[in-house]
């Protein structure tokens, strides 16, 4: 409730600053996330064989859920100082990289390759918002998938069972694949109207590991059923589709891709946790927007459509109407 609290005077804060603030602050916030990054790895907390949290008396602090907005403001900021007609070129977008590479890093050695790997879809969807050349995205993607057999070497044992239970979920029932065995036997358990509130076998009984975070979904699924899982989804899409309205529809750079940042943002929280909940993505520990338990992710999520709210309420120019900002010509 502490969290929830603080997530909503996070929304209103960042909704009533002033008028361009927001990308004002943007590389300082960025560098100060960068600083709690280092500070995490130095004397951060350890939990579950991860050093991911700062302790600050009873509130336990993950930077790496704020690198992720700071991440998405600092690439806004980029991209929409350095915009130019026809797209950017791979010169153009090398110190995005780095934008991008920092904080990855830096994520990656706690270790958590799930939040580390979120940068790498905000950094794609946001180059496909703002306009990067189709050749340089293919450069980067065939970089990329090229990049991942050499990944294998690079995982610790506990992350490559992961990704070996993923294929194969059966091998190990009792260990690295229970939690996805239990998972799946939850979402479809909740049948077409669900069990009820607080009347699921695998949420009630403690069947299901982590019900209050990275499967938070599974026991949503399995006491509201299908139709409460569509609803939740409609309401998801809602909130994505909304985002991206605002991206299209602003005339103003750093506001456009801000909120085509945040948009990718919850579309690859919510694509990649959905998926992991049905055994269609490898567990790595991403949290549903909202519905998983975690008090940074919460306060993130709500400073986050704070920003939104705010942009949408001072800086747009609208296609068709007048106000501030630097303008997209038509």
């Not at 302790?55 to 993950?62: M, R, S, T, V």
């Not at 009984?205 to 209050?212: I, S």
Request: charged share 10%.
């Amino acid at each position: 409730m502490a969290w929830i609290l603080l997530g909503v005077a996070g929304f209103f804060a960042v909704y009533f600053l002033s008028d361009g603030f927001i990308e004002e602050i943007t590389y300082g916030f960025f560098l100060a996330v960068l600083l709690l990054l280092v500070v995490v790895l130095l004397a951060g907390r350890v939990r579950g064989g991860a050093q991911r949290w700062i302790a600050f008396g009873a509130f336990n602090l993950q930077p790496s859920e704020f690198a992720k907005i700071a991440v998405t403001f600092a690439l806004a900021r980029y991209f929409s100082g350095k915009y130019r007609y026809g797209g950017f070129g791979l010169v153009e977008v090398l110190p995005a990289i780095g934008i991008v590479l920092v904080p990855f890093l830096l994520v990656a050695l706690q270790p958590d390759l799930g939040s580390a790997g979120v940068f790498l879809f905000i950094f794609a969807g946001m180059a496909v918002v703002a306009c990067v050349r189709g050749k340089v995205l293919g450069f980067f993607a065939g970089a990329g998938a090229a990049a991942i057999p050499a990944l294998w070497f690079f995982m610790k044992d506990y992350q490559r069972q992961r990704v070996l239970t993923f294929m194969d979920p059966e091998r190990d029932p009792l260990g690295a694949g229970y939690h996805v065995i239990q998972s799946k036997i939850a979402v479809g358990s909740g049948g077409f109207f669900g069990k009820g509130y607080l009347q699921g076998t695998q949420g009630s009984l403690r069947f299901l590991p982590e019900q209050h975070t990275d499967f938070a979904f599974a026991v949503f699924a399995e006491e509201w059923g299908f139709l409460g899982s569509l609803l939740l989804l409609v309401l998801f899409l809602l909130l994505v589709h909304r985002l991206f309205f605002l991206t299209v529809r602003s005339q103003d750079r750093f506001a456009s891709f801000a909120c085509g940042g945040i948009a990718v943002f919850f579309l690859t929280h919510i694509v990649i946790n959905l998926a992991m909940v049905c055994g269609l993505f490898p567990v790595v520990g991403i949290p549903l927007p909202f519905v998983s338990y975690g008090g940074s992710s919460m306060l993130m999520n709500m400073m986050a459509l704070g920003a939104a709210a705010n942009l949408s309420r001072s800086r747009f120019t609208f296609q068709g109407g007048g106000g501030k900002g630097r303008e997209i010509a038509s």
